[in-house]
């Protein structure tokens, strides 16, 4: 056990070059845009004279590598500047909105898995039967439709024709009074707070965003627990298991299915990384005031704070991720971490 | 005990149907062993998984009883064949540490089995899991039963995979080559154990094996299957030395034993006399010193500990040795595959061993040392042909393109009896002998001074390695090449090579004219390594 912590704590120091480099890169980037941040924030009216009074005033009259070490001690002390666009900090922005982001790909992901991971196992078991067959149609089909559309179509069906869902607008319908602010998450925060009325008021805000985004990402989960699912069944370790009478139930289950996490868990890193990034769509379908609407909306007027705190903040949870993913390998997999 | 009568299997494949098992019937007497032999495709495997019904997808009994205990297993229900299996048939497979589930503790394996067959109840399985571990003779039972399949090794796994068979004490054990990749004295010893095992239980036993002489020294009768038939049944010494059935006769005659040349392994029909190959006494390869060092986990590893030795122009030297002895480092540092820690290598009296390995590419030598590899398989390019195979050395060493080239592929192909029309086919289009064929000629195709054999013929069957050692005693003779021959099989090595040499843990422990070594042998391991290999009972000269 303590070969695996200390591969754990390695992987952790590997993740700080990293991080650094983003620190830089970013920097480096959003200075690269185009556009002058000074004038925008001048506004249409001003003159050279207050466009210069302004640019003193964020500091980026300064040489480059000035500006950088600013930044850099701003970052140590927790501040990521202010948002030229919202006048908040980026850091109050970014505790706002990537809650939201978070919680709705979270949900989405849980109930992709729900539905594929148990799919795929079917599949992997009756293969060439209906069942298979079934489960090839619905992955096409989910994956071959763009989330725009799923949206609109889920918002057509759902809230105009069947009025089941509550109007898309955002996390929370305006009756409901947001919940006290501990995760961010509102599901968590309203479940804590024990106001079940909001608890449900959010989920039913969540759901058709959840499917839309779920529907997408069922493919890959599906057909790569599906394969691995097949190859660990035709292993050798199976015939021997059966060969000694185990049920069929721990033959598949704690023989076949364990094997087969190894790559459904790399698939499903891969699937929240893109999923973090694709889902600006959906928030905008929805009006979800998520990450990804508030950085496309930032890049579009040179919000270079903005900017760099979503870089940033996106960064250092991908390095998040992948830790996750490589703790999760090593706790599935005994030879991972020891060679 | 077991009776099955008249039993057929048949495969669903895309080809449409394949028998099996076309019509077999034999018995199994209480704490008797029977040994099945036959070679690949023969479906003695394919037997023992429809008597289990383990059958793969697409696999079906098509007629035929299977009986044991009065029991008719073939109408069974499958909840009464999962209480049958483990409990009262049990068995065990070839790989083990593929048959074992590779990211649960072995202890626990032994335990689900256990279980399942109310043997142990959640309190006492540890306790009884170890048991079974030290009734299969592992040492230190208690700490391997946190081991990981991973972490030990292949005679280990083995053991382990024979602790879950018998965990439950069944009454039948099915053994489904259970020695095949393991080392010559670990064979003996697993062997040894289960035979021994199935004497003090009074338990019968099946032996699925390719190896006519590891069925006749352990088991009781014998039968010999081919194409899906029993084409002959009886005592092993009676087999051996009057087969009746002609596939019966190819097959002890195919068997490396003692006092047997090389040509004997072959029909009578094709029994040319052997030729001669001239050994001159220039040194071709002159070793000095060769250490090999090998960063690990804990410490360096010394996997070759300063060898010298020589190989002289046209000679053919044998190298002789167990997993981990350091033989197949050797071969690859001789072959310019990986870089000696120190030591020469004089090749024609020059040092190759000072231009690294990845620009060896370009020395002049390349194209006097090549190599057959040892998996015929995987050794080639799934995606080329035959031909591409064969014209790759030409065309990257000798440059030669065109018609030229492929002139020069099917004289090769010719050379070793490869027919033509199979030149255009992909590897999985050719059977393992062919294959084999492919690996040579494409050795061969720059005409080498040294030719060096990475157990060219271990996963062949036995007909087929007489073909292919035959083959190479052509080829030599030919082509005056000189052979280092790596194998674990004395018996070949004795065919085959001048002169033998024997590693143990890095070093050379013994070395001589092949008889002489094989004869006399002066160090305690290479004893143990001839006895520890399968003697058949000798038969009569045909």
């Not at chain 1, 496309?296 to 998040?320: K, R």
């Not at chain 2, 037997?47 to 697409?58: E, K």
């Not at chain 2, 602790?163 to 393991?182: H, N, Y």
């Not at chain 2, 005056?480 to 004395?490: I, P, T």
Request: net charge neutral; glycine share 8%.
């Amino acid at each position: 056990m303590s070969a695996r912590l200390k591969m754990i704590l390695g992987r952790v120091a590997q993740a700080i070059p990293v991080v650094m480099g983003v620190v830089v890169i970013s920097f480096l980037l959003t200075r690269a845009m185009p556009g002058d941040p000074a004038a925008y924030f001048a506004g249409p009216a001003a003159d050279e004279a207050s466009i210069a009074e302004i640019r003193e005033a964020l500091g980026l009259d300064k040489p480059l590598f000035q500006q950088f070490f600013l930044y850099v001690g701003d970052l140590v002390r927790g501040d990521l500047g202010t948002s030229l666009t919202t006048g908040q900090t980026v850091m109050s922005d970014l505790a706002a909105r990537l809650p939201a982001s978070l919680e709705l790909t979270l949900v989405a992901l849980l109930l992709s898995c729900a539905i594929a991971i148990p799919l795929g196992v079917l599949a992997a078991t009756r293969p060439g039967t209906w069942v298979d067959h079934m489960c090839r149609i619905l992955v096409t089909a989910g994956v071959s439709m763009p989330t725009f559309f799923t949206g609109i179509v889920l918002i057509y069906v759902f809230y105009y024709l069947a009025g089941l869902a509550p109007s898309p607008l955002g996390r929370l319908d305006f009756i409901y009074l947001s919940p006290p602010h501990v995760t961010g998450f509102y599901l968590i925060d309203a479940a804590l707070a024990g106001d079940w009325e909001t608890w449900f008021g959010a989920f039913k805000q969540l759901i058709l965003p959840a499917m839309t985004l779920a529907l997408f990402t069922l493919a890959p989960i599906a057909r790569m627990t599906r394969a691995a699912m097949l190859s660990a069944l035709s292993s050798d370790f199976i015939r021997t298991a059966r060969a000694a009478g185990l049920g069929s139930r721990k033959v598949l289950y704690g023989y076949a299915f364990r094997n087969a996490l190894l790559p459904v868990v790399t698939t499903l890193g891969m699937v929240f990384s893109f999923t973090l990034g694709a889902n600006v769509l959906v928030e905008k379908v929805f009006a979800w005031p998520g990450i990804g609407s508030y950085a496309v909306e930032a890049l579009v007027v040179s919000d270079y704070a903005a900017v760099q705190g979503f870089v940033l903040a996106m960064a250092l949870l991908f390095v998040a991720l992948n830790l996750v993913i490589d703790i999760a390998y090593a706790l599935i997999d005994p030879r991972i971490g020891l060679n | 005990m077991l009776s099955i009568k008249d039993l057929s299997v048949a495969f669903k494949t895309r080809k449409g149907e394949v028998n099996a098992v076309r019509g077999i019937s034999l018995n199994v007497g209480k704490g008797e062993t029977l040994g099945i032999v036959g070679e690949s495709g023969s479906g003695k495997s394919v037997t023992s998984y429809a008597l289990m019904r383990i059958l793969d997808a697409g696999g079906e009994i098509r007629t035929g009883d299977v009986t044991y205990d009065g029991i008719d297993l073939r109408a069974a229900s499958e909840k009464d064949m999962r209480d049958i299996r483990g409990r009262e048939i049990s068995m065990i497979f070839q790989n083990p540490r593929a048959a074992l589930n590779p990211i649960r503790r072995v202890g626990h394996q032994v335990e689900d089995v256990l279980i399942r067959h109310a043997q142990a109840t959640r309190q006492d399985a540890k306790a009884k899991a170890i048991a079974a571990l030290e009734a299969v003779k592992i040492n230190d039972a208690a700490a391997r039963y946190e081991a990981y399949p991973f972490e030990l090794s292949g005679g280990m796994c083995q053991r382990i995979v024979i602790a879950i068979a018998l965990a439950c004490k069944p009454r039948l054990l099915i053994a489904d080559e259970p020695t095949t990749g393991l080392d010559i004295t670990t064979q003996k010893a697993v062997m040894d154990l289960v035979g021994e095992l199935a004497q003090e239980r009074g338990m019968g036993m099946i032996l699925i094996t390719h190896d006519l002489g590891l069925a006749s020294q352990y088991c009781d009768r014998i039968v010999v299957m081919k194409d899906g038939l029993i084409v002959e049944e009886g005592q092993p010494d009676k087999l051996f030395i009057d087969p009746q059935h002609p596939y019966t006769r190819k097959l002890v005659d195919a068997t490396p034993r003692l006092g047997a040349s090389i040509r004997n392994l072959l029909p009578p029909e094709a029994r040319s006399p052997e030729p001669a190959h001239t050994v001159h006494t220039r040194p071709l390869l002159e070793v000095r010193d060769l250490v090999k060092i090998y960063p690990g986990k804990a410490g360096p590893v010394q996997a070759v500990k300063g060898i010298s030795f020589d190989i002289k122009s046209g000679q053919s030297l044998g190298l002789v040795g167990e997993s981990g002895s350091g033989k197949s480092t050797t071969s690859e540092m001789v072959v310019r595959l990986q870089d000696p820690t120190s030591g020469n290598i004089l090749f024609d009296g020059h040092d190759i061993a000072s231009t690294p390995s990845g620009r060896f590419m370009r020395h002049a030598a390349r194209r006097d040392i090549q190599m057959v590899f040892q998996d015929a398989t995987d050794s080639l390019n799934p995606r080329g042909t035959a031909a591409s195979a064969i014209a790759e050395p030409l065309a990257r060493i000798d440059r030669i393109r065109g018609a030229k080239l492929e002139a020069r592929v099917s004289e090769l192909a010719d050379l070793v009896g490869l027919p033509q029309p199979l030149l255009s086919r992909f590897p999985h289009q050719l059977s393992g002998g062919q294959k084999a064929r492919v690996g040579i000629a494409r050795a061969i195709a720059l005409e080498p001074k040294l030719l060096i054999l990475d157990e060219p013929t271990a996963a062949l069957d036995v007909s087929i390695q007489a073909l292919v050692l035959n083959l190479l005693v052509d080829l030599r003779a030919q082509m005056g090449m000189s052979y280092l021959f790596v194998s674990h099989d004395l018996n070949v090595v004795r065919l085959l090579c001048d002169e033998v040499l024997v590693m143990k843990r890095g070093e050379i422990v013994d070395r001589g004219p092949t008889a002489t070594v094989m004869d006399n042998p002066s160090h305690p391991y290479t004893r143990a390594l001839i006895q520890a290999a399968p003697q058949p009972p000798e038969p009569v000269a045909a």
